[in-house]
Structures are given as C-alpha cells and as structure tokens.
C-alpha cells in the first residue's frame, strides 16, 4: 500500500541548532516533493518544493535533499529560532492534476 | 503573489443549519481548487478535487450530497456543509493551484456546530 510517513510527531531542538526532518514514502513516484509549514489554526505555507532530478535545494536557512533511490527527503533548518517552531508537513506530488498526498507533519519546538 | 482568501475564519452555528465556505485566488487564476479537513494534531484529509466549470471529484467516504462543491469561474470556489451536525465540526481549508505550480492554501475555516 501506498504510505508517506514523517518520522516524528515531535522534535524538540535547541535554538541556533540545525533541525532535521524525514519524510520517507513507499510505493509511489512522486514527480515533486514539497514541504509546507503550518501553524496553529493556520492553513499550510508552501516553502519549498523539490524536483524528482534534483537532489538539493536551498532557500535561506532551508535546505531540503531528496533522494530517490532511498524514497527519503531531508528537510533542515540552520541556526534555528523560536520562530521557526511549527509542524512541518512534506507533501508528494505525483504529477497531472493529481492532488498532493501529506504526511502527518513533524511539530518542531525550537527552545531558547 | 499566490495568496488564496477563505472565508469565513470562524463559525458557529446551530445543528440543522447550512454553511457555505467561500475559497478565492486573489493573484491567479487557480485551474484547481482543493478542499481538506483536518482534525486536531491530524494531517490534512483531501475531501475533493474541483476544476472550474465541471463537477468535483470526492474521495471515498465523502458524501456529495453533504459537501457541496461549486467552482464557478477560476477564482472561487464554494463548499456549502449542508444540514450541519456535530460530527461535521472540524477546520476545513481550501488551496488552489494553477497548472503544476505548488498549492497554496487558504488560513482554514473552523466549523463548529452546536
């Protein structure tokens, strides 16, 4: 079955730390893979998206790998602060008009 | 650019009543708009795909007859909850998209029905 997972619910770093986030899918071929920060009572932000021939992409403090071969995508955040603490969700992209498929998303607490 | 409306934010209202979920790319014209729900500390569960000008496309388990989408021009789309109960209280959000360009969500309307 087709399953898109985020490793953890929760992630607690902190501040100025590097924060990493995995996102692992089994049994699809996502032509892009995107992440999105939500916070609460909010609707998602996109940040970033990432091609399937492409293996880094970075924008800002944001850093996001995506390695096919392994069906993983890495999403960091350098030199973290407070601010960035949100849940973090990775969405697959399978091309056309197919609607993204979203993981349960990672609540990351940055800590001061 | 990107920047989807949805509107109302909050609303509460009584068990038997409609309420009509407005969703509006205000800078683009959006070939599709998505409507979600999400529970507490859930991801979001798709509940359908409409294209302008032709009917939604639900997801199993999504009643049609409850969740009324309209999508009447490139810019708006509607989901109308009809005869509310309880159960149907939860935060909808919408996004839109234009062609293969990312999603872009709207800040969600909380449902709650008493």
């Known amino acids: 079955s087709q399953k898109i997972e985020q490793n953890s619910e929760a992630l607690n770093i902190q501040e100025g730390k590097t924060a990493t986030l995995t996102c692992n899918y089994t049994?699809?071929?996502?032509?892009?893979l995107q992440w999105y920060r939500q916070d609460p009572g909010r609707g998602p932000v996109f940040l970033l998206l990432i091609r399937e021939n492409e293996k880094e992409k970075r924008k800002e403090r944001l850093k996001v790998t995506f390695d096919t071969t392994l069906k993983q995508s890495l999403f960091h955040i350098t030199a973290s602060q407070p601010a960035d603490s949100a849940t973090y969700l990775c969405a697959l992209d399978t091309g056309g008009n197919t609607p993204l498929v979203f993981g349960k998303g990672t609540r990351l607490s940055v800590i001061a | 650019g990107a920047v989807v409306s949805q509107h109302p934010s909050w609303v509460i209202c009584k068990s038997g009543t409609s309420v009509k979920i407005e969703c509006r790319s205000l800078?683009?014209?959006?070939?599709?708009m998505f409507w979600y729900r999400q529970f507490p500390k859930q991801s979001l569960m798709l509940m359908a795909t409409?294209?302008?000008?032709?009917?939604?496309?639900?997801e199993q388990g999504v009643e049609k007859d409850k969740f009324l989408i309209n999508h009447a021009s490139l810019t708006l789309s509607t989901l109308t909850v009809t005869s509310a109960h309880p159960e149907d209280s939860s935060f909808y959000i919408c996004?839109?998209?234009?062609?293969?360009?990312?999603?872009?969500f709207g800040d969600g309307t909380r449902l709650s029905i008493l």
């Open positions: 800078d683009f014209q959006a070939t599709t």
């Open positions: 996004s839109a998209r234009r062609g293969q360009e990312p999603q872009h």
């Open positions: 049994n699809y071929s996502p032509a892009y």
């Open positions: 409409s294209n302008e000008g032709s009917k939604a496309t639900y």
